[in-house]
């Protein structure tokens, strides 16, 4: 691919190295920044976690997060400096690393330009991103990361070390469904083999252990996600999917149909595309990471502003890929940043509705897009 081929202004150096800069200038005067995530939430753990011996209080329920996530906050408690700003730097360093694997994945096709460069000029200045770490103190980028990696180590054909990642990514968090259909598909395909997935579940556990060696419940431990779903009872919180339309006194009953839609969605999606008259190229598995991430969360009961954070960033990979279609991924960003300022003292006076069609149309263009691009060629063939 020649370099002509790319937006010319990303075939400057200075451009990118330039937004570099911007980015860690922007990440740099937001590292003060106390928000109630932090004050109400991880300050509340830290103080917990100083106060009854460290690694002692694994053995307590004091936390709604997965146990991997406190190791990082023991060893932050335990290193003494700023708490804040250590939690901020751990994000901001996995943003990079979700960038960097973003990068990777585009290099495949892109092999002549700095793809790995570019994707970290562009990652970390999303608004989500730069938001959920720098300002928010929140730490979706490590499971990003981890994702990210999965996808390009799956791409060059390291089937173990793939799910391997996607093992890490759900020890942090359980949002790494959202690309369920995508892998899905590749396991119908036969891109990966089934019993590799019994590496995400043993992963898991073996994230359990410390606290369960320091006396946490086995049973607490193994149902943390159940627990995280039922923590905030809303069918959605600032999210513009279709559970705008529904009356939350209803939430029970709603929340499990949707998401055995989901399940069916996903069941069917997989199945229709595993035929064999379905050639999928680079581009198309890329397209099929992004349809993945968005559509998803739309189905998917009890989203939060935070749950199109794949999905972001999976627009960046869709966009440096596919390079004509931007205002697909930017359509994204848009509705992620929307839900984002939504979640503070504009609640009341942001609508839902117009964010809701926006997120509509972007997935119906985006699965035009997907359907148009099915080629007649021969299965693609992974490049080392």
Sequence with gaps: MKQHDIPTFLAQKKV???????????????????????????????????????????????????????????????????????IKITSIFFE?????????????????????WIAMAIVPLLPSV????????????????????????????????????????FSFKMQFVMLLPFYFVMLLRGNIRWHYFLLVPAVFIVSLLPAFVMGRSLTGLLNIYLS????????????????????????QPIKIIGMIITFVFTFVFGIVLSLKKFKF????????VFLSAIVIPFLLPGMHERYMYL??????????????????????????????????????????????????????FTVIDFIQHFENESEIIYKK
């Design 281 to 288: 190229s680079f581009d198309q598995w890329v397209r099929l």
């Design 228 to 251: 995280q779903a039922d923590h905030y009872p809303f069918l959605t919180l600032n999210f513009p999917n279709i559970y705008i339309f529904f009356d939350n006194a209803f939430y």
């Design 130 to 169: 730069l938001l959920n770490s720098s300002y928010l103190s929140q730490c979706d980028s490590i499971y990003a990361a981890f994702v990210f990696g999965s996808i390009y180590f799956l791409f060059i054909q390291k089937q173990l070390l793939s799910v391997l990642m996607l093992g890490i990514a």
């Design 16 to 86: 990118y190295f330039l937004l570099i800069t911007l980015g860690l200038i922007a990440k740099i005067l937001l590292l003060p920044v106390r928000t109630g995530d932090f004050v109400g939430f991880l300050q509340p753990w830290l103080n917990f976690i100083q106060s009854h011996g460290y690694f002692s209080s694994l053995k307590y329920n004091f936390y709604d997060y997965t146990p991997a996530y406190i190791y990082i906050l023991i060893l932050i408690a335990k290193i003494g400096l700023n708490p804040l700003i250590c």
């Design 311 to 364: 999905g972001d960033i999976s627009g960046v990979l869709y966009w440096l890929i596919l390079r004509k279609k931007p205002l697909i991924p930017l359509g994204i960003w848009l509705i992620s940043l929307y839900s984002y300022i939504r979640c503070s003292r504009f609640n009341d006076v942001l609508p839902m509705k117009p964010a809701f069609v926006l997120y509509f149309a972007v997935i119906f």
């Design 96 to 116: 990079y690393i979700a960038a960097f694997f973003v990068g990777k994945i585009a290099g495949l096709k892109f092999k002549t330009l700095p793809m790995v």
